[in-house]
């Protein structure tokens, strides 16, 4: 009875299986790009590898055997003091450390474009955030790093913060002075926590920007997944040597760390390490010489540019990731969601993101001459086809709707009474829910703070546009969930 027709499908299997088969080239995460980083023995032995912890496995929560040599390992490729390896991606890091470095109502200061995965940090830990703003390149509307004047005024004004994030390099590989982070903080007494999930590779080769964790910050979260080949959820915590005496972070690790981690994810995690460390650099000064002949190729094209060297001049930038490939589009008669599109639909390529005025490409040291030819085909053909026209220009949506008033704690909003109201009408109340277009997942509205008419605007014009909108209780956004 139970064996219904459509108990034979298995719908999430067959869409992977039919997303693989059509070949495209993906030009998007996680870094192993379907598998290709991976020696195909090792990839056979992934599935034979799930294990538990068996006698001789060690346990990832108290490792005295092979984990611990792992993640000895792991830290000393890394530069950190100790490393911890993360089963639940990055977000899973970033809880850990603001449930360790947090105090119940205290602040800590956190990037207004941090990810969405601080908001579920804040919630557990129950601090109060202290939001510091972004320098937004208003041509794109993006964020590329942080403001650092505006983050040393919050540490004046909050003497009581008891520790300082960053987000470093943003979603489009911009990077910032962590260094005069680490420096101004210090200043104030206060230690330096950096989501670094996009830029695991940065170690491996001088060329890249420098590590957090090299600019004197007490911690690193990498997302492994997203730049080397690394099974999807696998992530790093490092921190400095001395930086978390005492037990807490291990305590908070192992909170928020699943009792039952994949060994396989573990393993992937084991591999990518020893690659990077033997092959790392080859590797990456091959896939950064394909970067430059991409960017070459793409800079010839009318309708077409790439603002890497833009992004790089902008105050407060002090590298950009050459591994992704912002395209600007403005010059074309078709928007960036229409080009990628044609990309996917003529070229078979998907790239990680489209808005109106560019797309982004993400590449890793495992992307082949091939990935790179496509894409460069791909743009073109299109650039052939439509530039020159006169698409009328509209500003791009900007990263961030105007930051709303903190009025609650994230987690006391997020425990207290709640009511869904029309839309329009939410204007002024206490917003119950986070509320994020995806990607890059930096929410807009936040349980906790004043819910202003743009940032309600904001969201509707991010949904038309096409935008994934993650968080929304109601996903046709006619009503929104705030404090009762
Ligand atoms: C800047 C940033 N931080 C953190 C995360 C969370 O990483 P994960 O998906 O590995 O949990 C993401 C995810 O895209 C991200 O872009």
Request: proline fraction near 7%; charged fraction near 20%; charge should be neutral.
């Amino acid at each position: 009875m139970l064996a219904t027709p459509d108990q034979h499908k298995a719908p999430i299997y067959e869409a992977l299986c039919s997303y693989r088969d059509e070949g495209a080239a993906l030009l998007h995460m996680p870094g192993h790009r379907g598998g290709a980083g991976f020696e195909a023995a090792e990839l056979a032995a992934v599935g034979s590898l799930d294990f538990t912890e068996v006698p001789g496995l060690d346990d990832l929560h108290s490792p005295d055997g092979p984990i611990a040599e792992a993640l000895e390992l792991l830290a000393r490729a890394f530069g950190a003091g100790h490393s911890y390896f993360l089963v639940n991606g990055a977000s899973s890091g970033i809880h850990a450390l603001l449930l360790t470095v947090s105090q119940q109502g205290r602040p800590v200061l956190v990037p207004r474009y941090a990810h969405r995965s601080f908001w579920s940090g804040l919630v557990m830990s129950g601090a109060r955030p202290v939001y510091y703003p972004g320098r937004i390149v208003p041509d794109l509307g993006i964020v590329v790093g942080l403001d650092l004047e505006a983050l040393e005024q919050r540490l004046e004004e909050n003497p009581q913060a008891t520790a300082v994030f960053a987000t470093s390099p943003t979603f489009f590989g911009t990077c910032s002075d962590l260094r005069a982070v680490a420096r101004v903080a210090g200043r104030y007494g206060k230690m330096v926590m950096v989501d670094e999930a996009h830029g695991a590779h940065f170690r491996f080769h001088p060329a890249l920007p420098e590590p957090a964790l090299q600019q004197g910050c007490a911690a690193a979260v990498q997302g492994l997944h997203k730049t080397l080949p690394v099974l999807t959820q696998g992530a790093a915590l490092h921190v400095a040597a001395g930086a978390f005496p005492g037990t807490r972070l291990q305590r908070a690790y192992s909170a928020v760390t699943t009792t039952s981690p994949s060994y396989p994810l573990l393993a992937s995690m084991d591999l990518a390490r020893r690659l990077m460390v033997l092959r790392g650099e080859a590797l990456l000064e091959e896939a950064l010489r394909r970067a430059q002949w991409c960017r070459e190729r793409l800079r010839r094209l009318p309708g077409v540019s790439c603002p890497q060297e833009e992004l790089a001049q902008v105050t407060g930038v002090t590298g950009v990731d050459p591994l992704k490939v912002v395209i600007a589009v403005e010059g074309l008669e078709i928007d960036g969601l229409q080009v990628a599109r044609l990309l996917r639909e003529r070229w078979g390529v998907q790239v990680e993101m489209a808005q109106p005025g560019f797309v982004l490409a993400m590449f890793s040291l495992c992307h082949q001459p091939e990935d790179w030819r496509r894409l460069v085909a791909g743009m073109e053909e299109i650039s052939r086809q439509y530039a020159g026209g006169a698409r009328r220009r509209r500003r791009p949506l900007q990263a961030l709707p105007p930051e709303g008033e903190v009025v609650m704690t994230p987690r006391e909003a997020f425990f207290a009474d709640r009511v869904a109201v029309p839309w329009q009408e939410a204007a002024g109340a206490i917003a119950a829910e986070a509320i994020a277009p995806y990607p890059p997942g930096i929410p807009c509205i936040l349980p906790g703070e004043r819910v202003s008419r743009e940032a309600l605007e904001y969201v509707r014009e991010a949904a038309r546009m096409g935008w994934r909108i993650q968080g929304a209780t109601d996903a046709s956004l006619r009503t929104l969930e705030v404090i009762r």
